[in-house]
C-alpha cells in the first residue's frame, strides 16, 4: 500500500512560481513511476507530468511544457513539480499518483494509487 500526501499548493499571482511536492509513505518509493495530474472544477482530471523510477526519463503535457518541472529524490520519498511562470488556467486541484511499473504514463486509470490533492490558484 502506497500513501501520498501532496503540500505547497497556494494563491498565487500569475507571472509566480509554486512548488509543489509529495510525500510517499512507502519502503520502495524506487519502485514507482510517478506523476502529476490536475483538475480544474467542471473538467476532467488532466496530465501534467510523469517521471520515471529513476528520474531520468521525464515527460509532459504541452501546455506546461517549458514552465513546469518534475523531479524526485528517491531517498527522501518525494516527488516535486516545480511551476514557473505561473497562468491562470494552470488553477486547479492537483494530484500526484504512483504506478507500479518501469513504464511511465500519462493515463490516470493506469496509476494504482493517489494523493488527497493540494489546491493550486492562480490570479490573473
Known amino acids: 500500500q502506497v500513501q501520498l500526501v501532496e503540500s505547497g499548493g497556494e494563491l498565487v499571482q500569475a507571472g509566480g512560481s509554486l512548488r509543489l511536492f509529495c510525500a510517499a509513505s512507502?519502503?520502495?518509493?524506487?519502485?514507482?513511476?510517478m506523476g502529476w495530474f490536475r483538475q480544474a472544477p467542471g473538467k476532467s482530471r488532466e496530465f501534467v507530468a510523469c517521471?520515471?523510477?529513476?528520474?531520468?526519463?521525464?515527460n509532459y503535457a504541452d501546455s506546461v511544457k517549458g514552465r513546469f518541472t518534475i523531479s524526485r529524490d528517491n531517498a527522501k520519498n518525494t516527488v516535486y513539480l516545480q511551476m514557473n511562470s505561473l497562468k491562470p488556467e494552470d488553477t486547479a486541484v492537483y494530484y500526484c499518483?504512483?504506478?507500479?511499473?518501469?513504464?511511465?504514463?500519462?493515463?490516470?486509470?493506469?496509476?494504482?494509487?493517489w494523493g488527497q490533492g493540494t489546491q493550486v490558484t492562480v490570479s490573473s
Open positions: 499518483a504512483a504506478r507500479s511499473s518501469v513504464v511511465t504514463s500519462f493515463i490516470p486509470v493506469e496509476y494504482d494509487y
Open positions: 512507502v519502503r520502495t518509493f524506487s519502485s514507482y513511476a
Open positions: 517521471i520515471s523510477r529513476s528520474g531520468l526519463r521525464t
